[in-house]
């Protein structure tokens, strides 16, 4: 018979992002996000909510959100970030390069 073993750890500290463009309730969504993180042992520690009438070029977010939520990580000690949203292929090498040295 196998025992479910139950580990205490830290959950993952994550900010989350989204982008607005103003055809869904994106509140509602963050927070479904925010649930589906916690659910699988992550802690959003922050949500930024970029609001546009369309998406950024190559980076989804402007390149004042995207230093909002660097800055995030960093004095939050999120491990992750987290988008809610379907993100292109190049979207998170954009991010890396643009944005994120470590944690984040």
């Known amino acids: 018979m196998s025992?479910?073993?139950i580990?205490?750890?830290e959950p993952v500290k994550v900010v989350l992002l989204g982008?607005?463009?103003?055809?869904?309730d994106a509140?509602?969504?963050?927070?479904?996000?925010s649930a589906l993180c916690e659910a699988n042992g992550m802690e959003a520690v922050a949500q930024i909510v970029?609001?546009?009438?369309?998406?950024e070029a190559g980076?989804?977010?402007?390149?004042?959100?995207l230093e909002e939520a660097k800055l995030y990580c960093q004095n939050l000690g999120?491990?992750?970030?987290i988008f809610d949203g379907e993100l292109s292929g190049?979207?998170?090498?954009d991010w890396t390069w643009r944005c994120w040295t470590a944690p984040c």
């Open 3 to 5: 025992e479910l073993m």
């Open 50 to 55: 970029q609001r546009r009438a369309a998406p």
């Open 27 to 33: 509140d509602r969504s963050m927070e479904e996000l």
């Open 59 to 65: 980076t989804l977010l402007g390149e004042g959100k």
């Open 90 to 93: 190049t979207c998170p090498n």
């Open 78 to 81: 999120a491990e992750a970030a």
């Open 7 to 9: 580990q205490d750890k």
């Open 19 to 24: 982008l607005d463009l103003g055809q869904f």
